[in-house]
């Protein structure tokens, strides 16, 4: 509970201290205009039938006070919703930003375990409002306590039996709901692969990298069956919890229901006798309902933070993985020329695998040369590339660059060093300059450095057909864009690529989507490229 407010305070705690301010502001001023109800109504009371000529002075002071604080009351309520606004949307980036960031930081080799996607999809779900839930139930609960607290002072003055009547008709509704919030958590977690299958049928029958083949193969009823299959499970077990508790709700509302005819009995006995005025009785009587409401409103509160402080655990279940692969505290300057790569007796499995992907491995790259990585699928070639990335480490052996373990670079500088592009490259929906350079043309020699990798990746035909050439955006996601073809989508990629100033470079299968002119373009290309940089080119037996 505590991350959760310490999380709320980091991101906002201007807005935070107005939030609490504007509630213990709407928790004492209903009370106030409760005390001039009961003096308004004594007042009426006791010049009933007097006429308007004595009307008394301080009737209309008590109007005037009554209406001030209904008006101040909504006006403070205007200020605490705009106010909720922005904490709201603050916290949601900042939450946002923390399990991105959170994302990026951890090893490759998390997305190869299922239990970690189960996380991210918990934390994910709970991360939109969770935080800002526990804040307006910790704020609902001090509210409805500060309020119940004025209410405990009437009810106590006059009768005590009203108040006991009151706290034991709320015990079963808070047992109640402590026991709704486990079992829907329980549920929530138990369910969360299902969840995710879910949404992945959903993502088949959606998702336009799918639409080619969902639709040439007929797959559209067989996915939407699976979909329909698993949301009626789902759905069947949600409804069989919310059955049951609903019983247990219905026998709450019984119980409060006996409270409030016994509190009449309590009240009316001395309003008829003359032991209590209208004005007290009334005051009395509404005490009673707004108490009973305030101590609903705090049970609700407590079972609701117990609840929400289920759920943010996710949140912070997700937040507290580390990652494995991190910079070594003291890192080796990366060498201002690198002049070879060896891959040094490399045992590689990947997680959960009982096979070695590489097993002994050893290979050398020399700058001024080609290396391929040539072999059948399964090889483990892709894996090398990956491996020099540092995505993965290996589990014996090291990989070295002018002799030096890759381990003892920082991280950030060892990838800054190295340039690929993977044969399941990324189509990202950006224009096309931003597609090759990512904000990084900052003078005339970024622009040459951009038309040249443009050139080399055999690149400027597919920008000239392009409607506003480099500031054309790609894809069809967004408004304006313009679809390529895949041989296109690979030569922005490699563009991208050449434009680094990386000296290792890696290609894996960028042969795949050429025709015969490319190819001999791009085998020039090495050419070219090959007298300064180390170039590892991953391809299958026969190309």
Same mark, same amino acid.
């Given at each position: 509970?505590?991350?959760?407010?310490?999380?709320?305070?980091? *991101? /906002?705690?201007?807005?935070?201290?107005?939030?609490?301010?504007?509630?213990?502001?709407?928790?004492?001023?209903?009370?106030?205009?409760?005390?001039?109800?009961?003096?308004?109504?004594?007042?009426?009371?006791?010049?009933?039938?007097?006429?308007?000529?004595?009307?008394?002075?301080?009737?209309?002071?008590?109007?005037?006070?009554?209406?001030?604080?209904?008006?101040?009351?909504?006006?403070?309520?205007?200020?605490?919703?705009?106010?909720?606004?922005?904490?709201?949307?603050?916290?949601?980036?900042?939450?946002? =930003?923390? %399990?991105?960031?959170?994302?990026?930081?951890?090893?490759?080799?998390?997305?190869? =375990?299922?239990?970690?996607?189960?996380?991210?999809?918990?934390?994910?779900?709970?991360?939109?409002?969770?935080?800002?839930?526990?804040?307006?139930?910790?704020?609902?609960?001090?509210?409805?306590?500060?309020?119940?607290?004025?209410?405990?002072?009437?009810?106590?003055?006059?009768?005590?039996?009203?108040?006991?009547?009151?706290?034991?008709?709320?015990?079963?509704?808070? *047992?109640?709901?402590?026991?709704? #919030?486990?079992?829907?958590?329980?549920?929530?977690?138990?369910?969360?692969?299902?969840?995710?299958?879910?949404?992945?049928?959903?993502?088949?029958?959606?998702?336009?990298?799918?639409?080619?083949?969902?639709?040439?193969?007929?797959?559209?009823?067989?996915?939407?069956?699976?979909?329909?299959?698993?949301?009626?499970?789902?759905?069947?077990?949600?409804?069989?919890?919310?059955?049951?508790?609903?019983?247990?709700?219905?026998?709450?509302?019984?119980? &409060?229901?006996?409270?409030? $005819?016994?509190?009449?009995?309590?009240?009316?006995?001395?309003?008829?006798?003359?032991?209590?005025?209208?004005?007290?009785?009334?005051?009395?009587?509404?005490?009673?309902?707004?108490?009973?409401?305030?101590? =609903?409103?705090?049970?609700?509160?407590?079972?609701?933070?117990? &609840?929400?402080?289920?759920? %943010?655990?996710?949140?912070?279940?997700?937040?507290?993985?580390?990652?494995? %692969?991190?910079?070594?505290?003291?890192?080796?300057?990366?060498?201002?020329?690198?002049?070879?790569?060896?891959?040094?007796?490399?045992?590689?499995?990947?997680?959960?695998?009982?096979?070695?992907?590489?097993?002994?491995?050893?290979?050398?790259?020399?700058?001024?040369?080609?290396?391929?990585?040539?072999?059948?699928?399964?090889?483990?070639?892709?894996?090398?590339?990956?491996?020099?990335?540092?995505?993965?480490?290996?589990?014996?052996?090291?990989?070295?660059?002018?002799?030096?373990?890759?381990?003892?670079?920082?991280?950030?500088?060892?990838?800054?060093?190295?340039?690929?592009?993977?044969?399941?490259?990324?189509?990202?929906?950006?224009? $096309?300059?931003?597609?090759?350079?990512?904000?990084?043309? =900052?003078?005339?020699? /970024?622009?040459?450095?951009?038309?040249?990798?443009?050139?080399?990746?055999?690149?400027?035909?597919?920008?000239?057909?392009?409607?506003?050439?480099?500031?054309?955006?790609?894809?069809?996601?967004?408004?304006?864009?313009?679809?390529?073809?895949?041989?296109?989508?690979?030569?922005?990629?490699?563009?991208?690529?050449?434009? #680094?100033?990386?000296? %290792?470079?890696?290609? /894996?299968?960028?042969?795949?989507?050429?025709?015969?002119?490319?190819?001999?373009?791009?085998?020039?290309?090495?050419?070219?490229?090959?007298?300064?940089?180390?170039?590892?080119?991953?391809?299958?037996?026969?190309?």
């Amino acid at each position: 509970m505590l991350q959760a407010f310490r999380l709320i305070w980091q *991101c /906002d705690r201007k807005s935070l201290v107005f939030k609490v301010f504007y509630t213990v502001c709407t928790s004492l001023l209903p009370l106030a205009n409760l005390y001039i109800l009961k003096v308004l109504v004594d007042l009426v009371t006791s010049y009933a039938g007097s006429g308007f000529a004595e009307f008394p002075r301080m009737l209309i002071y008590c109007i005037l006070a009554f209406c001030g604080i209904t008006l101040l009351t909504r006006l403070i309520n205007v200020l605490s919703t705009v106010n909720n606004d922005i904490l709201t949307q603050k916290l949601i980036d900042y939450i946002n =930003n923390l %399990i991105q960031n959170q994302s990026v930081r951890l090893d490759l080799a998390y997305y190869d =375990n299922p239990d970690y996607h189960d996380t991210f999809h918990r934390a994910q779900q709970e991360a939109a409002f969770r935080p800002i839930r526990i804040l307006e139930n910790f704020v609902s609960a001090l509210s409805s306590l500060i309020s119940l607290a004025g209410v405990g002072v009437m009810l106590l003055v006059s009768s005590w039996q009203v108040i006991v009547v009151m706290v034991v008709a709320v015990v079963p509704t808070f *047992c109640v709901k402590l026991y709704k #919030s486990r079992r829907i958590y329980r549920f929530r977690r138990e369910a969360t692969q299902t969840m995710r299958r879910s949404n992945y049928y959903g993502q088949l029958l959606s998702d336009r990298a799918y639409a080619k083949e969902v639709r040439s193969f007929g797959l559209a009823d067989y996915f939407r069956q699976c979909y329909v299959s698993i949301r009626r499970k789902l759905v069947s077990q949600l409804l069989a919890i919310s059955r049951r508790l609903a019983y247990f709700d219905a026998l709450t509302a019984v119980i &409060e229901a006996v409270a409030l $005819a016994l509190v009449l009995l309590f009240l009316v006995r001395p309003a008829v006798s003359g032991a209590l005025t209208i004005g007290t009785f009334v005051m009395l009587f509404e005490a009673f309902r707004r108490g009973q409401g305030y101590l =609903n409103s705090l049970v609700s509160g407590v079972s609701g933070l117990y &609840e929400h402080k289920l759920f %943010i655990n996710n949140l912070f279940e997700f937040l507290k993985l580390e990652p494995s %692969i991190t910079s070594p505290a003291n890192p080796v300057p990366f060498p201002e020329s690198v002049e070879e790569v060896l891959f040094d007796n490399i045992t590689f499995y990947y997680p959960e695998m009982k096979t070695p992907t590489l097993k002994a491995f050893s290979m050398r790259a020399r700058k001024g040369e080609v290396t391929y990585l040539e072999g059948e699928n399964g090889f483990g070639k892709t894996t090398l590339l990956k491996l020099l990335l540092r995505l993965y480490d290996p589990q014996e052996g090291a990989v070295r660059i002018n002799g030096i373990d890759i381990r003892q670079f920082d991280l950030g500088e060892l990838r800054h060093n190295i340039s690929a592009i993977f044969q399941d490259y990324v189509q990202f929906y950006f224009t $096309a300059r931003e597609n090759i350079t990512f904000g990084e043309i =900052n003078n005339a020699d /970024d622009a040459q450095r951009l038309a040249e990798a443009i050139r080399l990746a055999d690149a400027e035909g597919v920008v000239a057909r392009l409607s506003k050439g480099l500031d054309t955006p790609l894809g069809r996601q967004f408004d304006h864009g313009e679809e390529l073809s895949m041989g296109q989508w690979q030569r922005i990629a490699l563009a991208r690529q050449l434009f #680094s100033r990386a000296p %290792i470079l890696l290609f /894996d299968e960028p042969m795949a989507w050429m025709d015969s002119k490319a190819r001999a373009t791009f085998a020039s290309t090495l050419e070219t490229l090959r007298k300064d940089h180390i170039i590892l080119l991953v391809r299958h037996l026969g190309n």
